[in-house]
Every structure is written in C-alpha cells, then in structure tokens.
C-alpha cells in the first residue's frame, strides 16, 4: 500500500503541526460585510459554476460551465482549487455530495445521453453505479462507508429508491405501496430515509425509514383519513435515525398547505408535525442534535398562509424559532450544521436584491455579501463554519462561492496515544502492542483506543469530532455490519484482556460501518461526549458476527493511524 500524507482526504488549510497536534486555520481572502472571507471558486472556462455541498476538510462540490458551455462535476480543494470529475462519456455531469474522505456522488451523462448515479473516488476517479434495468439514475448522498442512496429506473421505467454498496453493486430498496419511490438521505448506520408512492392516488407519497435490519418501514402509520392525501418531498435523515420532511397535502385538523414533520425512533410522530411552511418547495435540514433549519409562513385571520417566508430553527426543546431578516419581511432557510449555524437567503432593507445570510444564537442573522454583483445564496454549511453557495460577479455571472468565517474555525488533529484490542475465546491474552485492532464478530473482539485531546483555544467551544479508522488491507478486513463507538467507564492498558477490560457506556457516542479493505471509514461523535483538556478512551464494538480490522497507532505509515480530529467554534 502506498504511504500518502497525514492529512491526505481532508487537506486544510494554514496547516501548523505542533507535537504531533495540526492546528488549522482559515486562509486569506476578501472581506465580506458580515466579517466573512468571501472566494470566488471560478469556473473550468465556462461563465457560471455552483457549489452545493462542503466537507469539514473545507473541500467543496458541484458543477462549472466549460468554455464550450457544458457543465461538469467539480470538487473544489479547500484551497479554492477546482478540479474537473469529468462525465461517463457524455457532455454533462454535477455533484449532488459529498463525504469527510472526500468521495463524492453525482449524476453523469453517458455517450447515448442517458444519465447515471456515480461515485468518485481520489485516486481511482468516476465510477458508473448503474441503473436497476431501466436507463437513468441519479445519486443522492453517501455516508462515511461509501454507501450510496439515491433513485433508479427499472426495466419498465419505473423509478426505484436504491442502495448501493462497494462488493455488492445496486439494490432496489422497493416501495411498500405503488410502484415508485426514492431515497434522499444514509446515516452512517447504514439507516436511509426518502418516500415510497402511496397506494390511493398515484400523486401522493409517504415517508420511509429503511435499515437492513427492518427493511423499509412506513413512518405515516399512525395517520388517518385525510392524512393519506399527502405528498412528502424534502425528506433528510440524521445520525440518530431522526426523519423529518415536508408534507403537502391535507392535515388531519382540516386545512391544505405544506407542513413540517419530524418522526423520532422511539418516539414516532413529534408534536412539531403539521406546523406550517412555505408553499416554495424549499428544502428542510436535519442535524444530528435533532435541530431543524427551513422555511415558514404565517396565517392570517381567516387560517389561510400567507407571506412574508421566514427562515426557522425548530427543536424538541426550543420550538419553532423564527430567525427574522436583514431589514425585509421574509427569509429562506436552506441548510443547518451540528453547531446549529443556519444558512439561506434573504433581502436587504429596502433593496430587492438578495443576498446570502449565516444565522447563529449568539450573533443572530449576518449578511454574507456578494462577488460583486447584486444576488448571492447560501446553500450549504459545514461543522467547521465554513460557508459555500453561488454570488453574482460585478460581470453579472453566478459562480461558486466559498465564505470563511471571520474568527477562523480551528481544526486540531490528534493520533492516538494508546491502543489494543481483547478477545473472548482468548480472554485471558493480552495483546497489547499490535500493528491491527479488531472489533465484532464471532469472537467478540472489542478495541480500545485513548487520545489525549489538547485544551480548547480560547474563547472556543468544540462543535464536532471525527474519529478515523483505517481498515487493514487483510482480505476479511472488511464487515457488513454496524461497529459502534462507545465511552469507556473503567481503566485498561496494554496488559488488559477479556477478562479485565472495562464497562463501556451505555449510549453510543458514533458509528461506522467498514465495509471494505484498506480503506478509509470515518465516525461522526457526539461532541458533548468528549472533554477537551483530557485524555478520551473509546471503543470500538460490532453489534453482529462479522469482524472489521483497524490498522493501530503502531502502523509505520502515519496515514494509516487512528485519528480524532476536533472542530472549534
């Protein structure tokens, strides 16, 4: 296997290493009037270009004109680098996602102009996904083990939600009722969400949750009568298994417009289902605290919606929080991230013009500026701040936009200090010091690693985590199942064994599922499960009976290594 760098997949910018800790800061750019750095991302010749999607790694996706005029996939580097993905033979292609090692999922046109789901890969490039018989299918999103979900057509021209999987290629995830559904959001659990067609009228459709444990289950059981008249479109999906999406249709109190529904595992159905929105078809966000980012309207004496559009911040906790404008009556929500920073689109004060705002509760709503020209939209915003969309130039042209926060999010990186694994049919080996660690399968096998996470800066809170694991390049390295990440409650070393490892906390605190050899699988954490200033021991534990392989700390090649890198706001 080829050594790469440390920080291949997620190259940063302003990268400082200090005793084995990168501290990493925002670059250098122009100053937008919310105090945000504003970049032009360019084009690949061509007059226009729009971002969609940014990783925490700060690297960007979406599409750019050519100079022949055609618009092609692109990912920018988080140094404003554009880098054309090409097509699958075709004229035309765009990224829809993408994920923290820098894979990213699209739509390519073919050389007979059908179009297909793709996955791109650094270093192996565009790969076709295929179809389920039919002639198009287009990718939706993919989560950390390279899952892909989006809709296929079938033979008969029927449009299928599918799972795609590295080893095991395309899966028609069915519909329970009708012929037609979609899938629109995977968590890292492997769990996706999207909308099957309801079985009484060929317009309406219901929300899914499918797991491979559950198969696809209809989250509107509980509704009734009128309830049946929906349409569900917008739907996302969150680390907990959380649903929420937009219903239009008829609520089950009277009344026809479009409502906002959250379905909780445990919980089903929320109160927040049949609070009002737009009738604009904007999307709705879910991050994985369960806060929600979208758009509402008001009702008038008479129960009827009507204008001004506000964006809105919900939670279970918080309600409906409306987020207000920049001087004008109405607002768009478009996009939320873990630290709960929400993004979109709003007029000035008295102009017509509109332009891209950042939202948090301390600062309230920001005007994020232009290239130059009149408009601009915020589409997309990471964990670590970082803010993409399209702004007009002074020329009058849309391109891709990049804006960095002014305070400069800081990234630290940090290798593990400590880890070994243990194993139940050999419970009373120590294995201390190896090159491999190993979690799940028939054997029982549970890995324990401990990194020693450095103080917080100044002023600065921790607003996401990533852990890195890389599976070994062993044949069977690979699993199938889900391997969770929990806290650790007892002591252990390199001298523990089965029957001396300690208790594991009773919540996970992320998941991955490793699905292939010598590769990469990152898991998102619950950042209120870690405390900075401390050292942090982890697990690693499979919940079935295939076993996933790590390489440990003790690999020679640092990009091999465990790594926990850590966002601060």
């Not at 820098?102 to 390519?108: D, N, T, Y």
Request: charged share 20%.
């Amino acid at each position: 296997m080829r050594c790469m760098s440390p920080l291949s997949g997620v190259a940063f910018l302003g990268v400082v290493v200090v005793t084995g800790v990168s501290l990493v800061v925002g670059g250098p750019s122009a100053a937008a009037p919310a105090g945000y750095r504003v970049r032009d991302l360019g084009t690949l010749g061509g007059a226009s270009s729009a971002a969609v999607a940014v990783n925490t790694g700060g690297y960007a996706v979406g599409w750019a004109e050519t100079a022949a005029g055609e618009r092609h996939a692109v990912r920018w580097s988080p140094a404003g680098v554009i880098r054309d993905l090409g097509t699958l033979g075709g004229r035309t292609s765009a990224a829809t996602a993408l994920d923290d090692s820098g894979r990213v999922v699209g739509q390519a046109e073919l050389a007979d102009g059908s179009r297909h789901a793709f996955l791109w890969t650094p270093g192996v490039g565009m790969r076709d996904l295929g179809t389920l018989g039919g002639r198009d299918s287009s990718a939706a999103d993919l989560n950390a083990s390279g899952y892909v979900v989006g809709k296929a057509q079938r033979a008969d021209g029927i449009d299928r939600a599918f799972l795609w999987r590295p080893g095991t290629g395309i899966r028609d995830l069915g519909a329970l009722t009708g012929d037609e559904s979609r899938a629109s959001a995977i968590n890292d659990s492997g769990q996706v969400a999207g909308w099957f067609q309801s079985e009484e009228s060929y317009c309406c459709a219901r929300a899914f949750r499918w797991s491979p444990e559950e198969g696809m289950r209809d989250l509107f059981t509980s509704f009734t009568g009128a309830a049946y008249a929906y349409t569900v479109y917008s739907v996302d999906l969150n680390e907990a298994g959380q649903v929420a999406g937009k219903l239009g249709g008829y609520a089950p109190e009277g009344g026809e417009d479009d409502y906002l529904f959250v379905w909780d595992p445990d919980k089903g159905l929320l109160p927040v289902t049949f609070t009002a929105l737009d009738l604009n078809g904007h999307p709705v966000d879910l991050n994985d605290a369960g806060q929600l980012a979208g758009t509402m309207h008001y009702w008038d004496e008479h129960g009827h919606g009507y204008w001004p559009e506000r964006a809105f911040r919900w939670s279970a906790a918080e309600g409906i929080r409306d987020l207000g404008s920049l001087g004008s009556r109405m607002s768009v929500g478009l996009a939320i991230n873990n630290a709960g920073e929400v993004v979109g689109v709003t007029p000035r004060r008295d102009q017509p013009d509109r332009h891209a705002f950042v939202w948090d509760p301390e600062r309230g709503m920001r005007d994020l500026g232009t290239l130059g020209g009149a408009v601009s939209e915020a589409v997309a915003v990471s964990d670590a701040g970082r803010v993409v969309g399209t702004a007009a130039t002074a020329a009058g042209d849309s391109h891709a936009v990049v804006w960095d926060p002014p305070e400069g999010r800081v990234t630290v990186r940090t290798v593990a200090v400590a880890d070994t694994y243990v194993n139940r049919l050999a419970a009373g080996t120590s294995f201390g010091r190896s090159s491999s660690l190993a979690s799940g399968g028939t054997v029982g096998y549970v890995s324990y690693l401990r990194f020693a996470v450095p103080p917080a800066p100044a002023g600065r809170t921790l607003v996401a985590a990533t852990l890195r694991l890389r599976t070994n390049s062993s044949t069977f390295a690979g699993s199938a199942d889900v391997h969770e990440i929990r806290g650790v409650t007892g002591t252990w070393s390199g001298s523990t064994t089965w029957r001396t490892r300690p208790g594991l906390g009773t919540s996970r605190v992320g998941v991955l599922v490793p699905a292939t050899s010598a590769s990469p699988f990152l898991a998102r954490l619950d950042p209120a499960a870690l405390t900075p200033g401390t050292a942090v021991n982890l697990a690693v534990t499979g919940t079935g009976t295939d076993s996933a392989w790590f390489w440990s700390r003790d690999h020679a090649c640092a990009a091999n290594r465990p790594t926990l890198d850590l966002v601060y706001r």
